[in-house]
């Protein structure tokens, strides 16, 4: 019943915009940072996803303890679900606690709470603590694990396989600068991960009244000004790894480096990547949530005529400062909605359109709620019409 149609918006925003297709456009690496010592890196930008920078971005390497983002993603969202509560109380096993590299050295049987072992690993990388957590959600770390690749898939991390909870080696586990971008910017959403990723130095208090400290090994957090969160990583096999987020000037940018020779290196060039984004790029929101993007659409049966609709979400394009790109929208709009209709229904499809390709989809929503009309609005509306006449 439904007619669907295709509008162009006639009104072109001219907005400096970079298209930078996922590694096909932008900016060729080698020239920019042929000092660097990762293997592979990319730069983009949060709000939008499009690359700046990158070299390798696809490629499959080890990354050590930024594994850890998803065991941090996974317990965040059964927080959020109502699975697990940050006051809950949990058995550190005795495998978890056999965990070597960085650790929270939790004691074997003692009961934590989930909102310590969190922060232990998010904070100070603990191998211990990630297993007890992984625990807690499935019973066991290779469970655990199943769960971990089937998000990782819903992400779209195409490039990542886990075998296990914290990043230490195992033959098959591997990630890309590429799939990290995507899962920090997922986990960014969370206020619990940006809020622990910020602590510089803590200290976890055990049972026995034992203190262990834990101290933040992602030093961008003190010593770079505008750094929100990351992830550090370091085996043998992974080298030094890191991914950060940081923010400026209404700039968000999402910056991964891989197989770094030395501590110092990873940061300097995760540092020397965000300063050329914040140099080069700027935003331009092109999408308003909630705001009206057209004019009112009918309602068939409804207890009004029409609703308007609007973006789901706000929505960002890049822009290199100095340059100017044309930016349009093309609707997928039903001519006619039929209630009843719940306010943020997705009722359409809004195209980004950048010289002549699609750089984003975004769902159109109601804006209102509409009731279904009944018997007395159906003879309301005829009363109406013949008091008009």
């Known amino acids: 019943m439904k007619k669907i149609f295709l509008g162009i918006l006639s009104l072109i925003l001219i907005i400096g915009v970079i298209l930078t297709p996922q590694n096909t456009n932008c900016v060729n690496a080698?020239?920019?940072?042929?000092?660097?010592?990762?293997?592979?890196?990319?730069?983009?930008?949060?709000?939008?996803?499009?690359?700046?920078?990158?070299?390798?971005?696809?490629?499959?390497?080890?990354?050590?303890?930024?594994?850890?983002?998803?065991?941090?993603?996974?317990?965040?969202?059964?927080?959020?679900?109502?699975?697990?509560?940050?006051?809950?109380?949990?058995?550190?096993?005795?495998?978890?606690?056999?965990?070597?590299?960085?650790?929270?050295?939790?004691?074997?049987?003692?009961?934590?709470?989930?909102?310590?072992?969190?922060?232990?690993?998010?904070?100070?990388?603990?191998?211990?603590?990630?297993?007890?957590?992984?625990?807690?959600?499935?019973?066991?770390?290779?469970?655990?694990?199943?769960?971990?690749?089937?998000?990782?898939?819903?992400l779209g991390m195409t490039n990542t396989f886990y075998e296990n909870a914290n990043g230490l080696p195992t033959p098959n586990q591997h990630s890309t600068a590429m799939d990290t971008a995507l899962i920090l910017k997922e986990i960014s959403k969370h206020d619990l991960y940006n809020e622990f990723s910020n602590i510089w130095m803590d200290k976890l208090i055990h049972p026995s009244g034992r203190e262990t400290d834990l101290v933040n090994t992602n030093r961008l957090i003190k010593y770079y000004s505008y750094c929100l969160n990351g992830k550090t990583g370091f085996t043998d096999e992974a080298g030094y790894c890191l991914a950060s987020t940081a923010q400026k000037d209404g700039l968000t940018l999402i910056a991964v480096v891989l197989n770094c020779k030395d501590a110092a290196s990873r940061f300097s060039e995760s540092i020397e990547l965000f300063n050329y984004g914040f140099a080069n790029f700027e935003n331009k929101q092109i999408l308003f949530k909630n705001e009206p993007i057209s004019d009112a659409v009918k309602v068939k049966n409804g207890k009004i005529d029409s609703t308007y609709i609007g973006a789901e979400n706000n929505f960002y394009v890049l822009n290199k400062k100095g340059e100017n790109h044309d930016v349009s929208f093309e609707f997928d709009i039903p001519n006619t909605i039929k209630a009843p209709i719940k306010q943020g229904d997705v009722v359409g499809k809004c195209l980004i359109i950048k010289q002549g390709k699609v750089i984003a989809e975004e769902n159109l929503i109601a804006l209102s709620n509409i009731d279904k009309q009944n018997f007395k609005d159906i003879l309301d509306k005829i009363s109406n019409k013949w008091e008009l006449i």
Do not use: H, W
């Open 30 to 154: 080698s020239d920019l940072f042929d000092n660097f010592s990762s293997k592979s890196y990319v730069l983009l930008d949060k709000n939008s996803g499009e690359v700046i920078v990158e070299k390798n971005a696809q490629e499959k390497l080890p990354v050590a303890s930024i594994c850890k983002l998803m065991t941090s993603l996974l317990t965040l969202e059964k927080i959020d679900a109502g699975v697990l509560n940050l006051d809950m109380e949990v058995v550190a096993s005795t495998y978890a606690c056999s965990m070597e590299g960085s650790q929270a050295f939790l004691d074997d049987g003692c009961k934590y709470k989930v909102y310590d072992l969190l922060k232990s690993v998010i904070v100070a990388s603990a191998n211990d603590s990630s297993v007890v957590l992984a625990e807690t959600i499935s019973g066991s770390e290779k469970e655990f694990v199943k769960i971990m690749n089937q998000r990782a898939k819903e």
